[in-house]
């Protein structure tokens, strides 16, 4: 998916720069990039490095002497392309940084070629898609308009922030499927994709970004560029999987969600197990919740080895994907033993993760293994975000399963995605027999909506029923 920071001061802003960019880790593992402006010497700075094989504190903490003197400056957290871009325009100078999916974008890419226009940039040997949007910007009068046409013309979702030399854009996608918060404190103001960046860096939340809002960041304050659109689609799976617990994304954290999450799901619960657990790190809020609604014992029977593996996403490569899933969490079979386990994780996109960690915990002792699943299955793959996890829909569990019973994986997908319907439940039970579990049950999308507490058509629940609301 990938995430940014940016923050504008009357002093230089290094340490909240690398630190306040580093708060959006968890957001990917792929590339990690940073760009400052000095004012005094009127010049740009920036820094890229690969993040496969390190971490970005790492990596950069050598590297934070090139921009001291920077009163201003952009991060990003990249699954994608190598960013920030520094582009010299008749908008002027300005760094780019994207969180973005472009569904369309060798058309785009061959329409600018067409135009004499060329791509300096390329990221695994294709178009960057921060140069893309970009090039479509300075095609605009000014940066507005540039904005305006991004939307205009990007099918998928587009947030980013601009460094110019008079502070900071911050425009968010037109639909609001990604998040912008901005911060202030005295003498500084921020933007970011995860609020939680914000509470070790003094910043208080001033403004969640409404869909397609284009705002100025100056060290004196904020300036709307271009009004909110009233319709928005933010993505659902911020609150389920995404989103840091600590974060707040149009005014609901997410620990509470999952937490609410949970609970509904527990009231309901009459299955008799001894505890319920979660699976580290995005389902132990949900599992919180569990426990106390079914009034079940909260108990660690699994843990994640956090000294060397924090963060949440995992290698693209699918080997090494199992291979992690193995190797960071670690079962207690003091608590397994002999026990009836009822385990809360966000969601289950391949199951060959999943599987592999149930019979883990079967071979561990457990004597029954539950699994509750914070959102409804996974139908549809995701158009508008970079959903790592589910490249292509046949990657879905569902979708094989569909394929196995319809001989065509795009038949009656609606019927399956409809929860408690003949299809939906033959498809939850096969799940379950292929994991190996004793019970299996996902949430169902009314309480989802419920507990993240905004109206659906304020969320994006494609994946979920492949709906829009417009």
């Excluded at 957001?27 to 009127?42: C, H, I």
């Excluded at 940084?97 to 070629?113: F, P, S, Y």
């Excluded at 386990?341 to 599987?355: A, E, N, P």
């Excluded at 009314?446 to 029923?465: M, S």
Aim: glycine share 8%.
């Amino acid at each position: 998916m990938g995430g940014f920071f940016g923050t504008v001061a009357l002093r230089e802003c290094t340490a909240d720069l690398f630190y306040g960019t580093d708060y959006n880790s968890h957001l990917g593992t792929r590339r990690g990039g940073m760009a400052g402006y000095n004012k005094e010497e009127k010049t740009f700075t920036r820094s890229i490095h690969n993040l496969e094989s390190s971490y970005f504190r790492t990596k950069f903490e050598p590297t934070l002497d090139r921009f001291r003197g920077c009163t201003s400056g952009i991060g990003v957290i990249s699954d994608t392309d190598a960013q920030p871009l520094i582009i010299n325009s008749h908008l002027g100078r300005f760094a780019i940084v994207t969180v973005a999916k472009i569904q369309n974008l060798d058309e785009l890419a061959a329409q600018l070629l067409q135009q004499n226009m060329h791509f300096a940039e390329l990221s695994s040997g294709k178009t960057n898609p921060t140069e893309l949007i970009a090039l479509l910007i300075i095609q605009g009068k000014n940066f507005v308009e540039g904005i305006e046409n991004v939307f205009a013309h990007i099918k998928g979702s587009c947030s980013m922030l601009l460094l110019t030399e008079d502070g900071i854009i911050a425009a968010r996608d037109k639909w609001g499927r990604t998040p912008i918060v901005v911060g202030k404190k005295e003498g500084a103001w921020a933007a970011t994709s995860e609020s939680t960046a914000f509470a070790n860096l003094d910043y208080e939340i001033a403004h969640f970004v409404g869909p397609g809002e284009i705002v100025r960041l100056r060290p004196d304050g904020m300036e709307q560029m271009r009004a909110p659109e009233e319709r928005m689609q933010i993505c659902s799976f911020l609150w389920v999987y995404y989103g840091f617990p600590t974060s707040t994304y149009e005014g609901r954290n997410v620990e509470e969600a999952r937490y609410a999450s949970g609970q509904l799901m527990g009231q309901e619960d009459s299955t008799p197990v001894d505890c319920v657990c979660g699976i580290p790190d995005s389902g132990i809020g949900m599992a919180l919740g569990y426990a106390a609604g079914m009034k079940r014992p909260y108990q660690r029977a699994i843990s994640k080895y956090t000294p060397t593996w924090p963060r949440s996403f995992t290698p693209a490569n699918q080997e090494m994907r199992s291979l992690v899933a193995k190797m960071k969490l670690i079962a207690n079979r003091a608590v397994l033993n002999g026990k009836r386990v009822l385990f809360c994780d966000d969601s289950i996109v391949r199951g060959t993760q999943l599987r592999d960690n149930v019979k883990v915990l079967f071979d561990d002792g457990a004597k029954e293994v539950h699994m509750r699943i914070a959102c409804p299955p996974l139908i549809y793959g995701c158009p508008f975000i970079g959903f790592t996890s589910s490249k292509s829909d046949m990657e879905l569990i569902t979708r094989r399963i569909i394929k196995d019973f319809e001989g065509d994986e795009n038949a009656n997908l609606d019927k399956y995605a409809t929860t408690d319907s003949p299809e939906y439940q033959r498809l939850v039970e096969e799940i379950r027999r292929r994991l190996g579990l004793t019970t299996l049950r996902f949430n169902k999308l009314e309480q989802l909506v419920q507990a993240i507490g905004l109206p659906k058509c304020r969320l994006c629940t494609h994946c979920f029923d492949g709906s829009s609301c417009f």
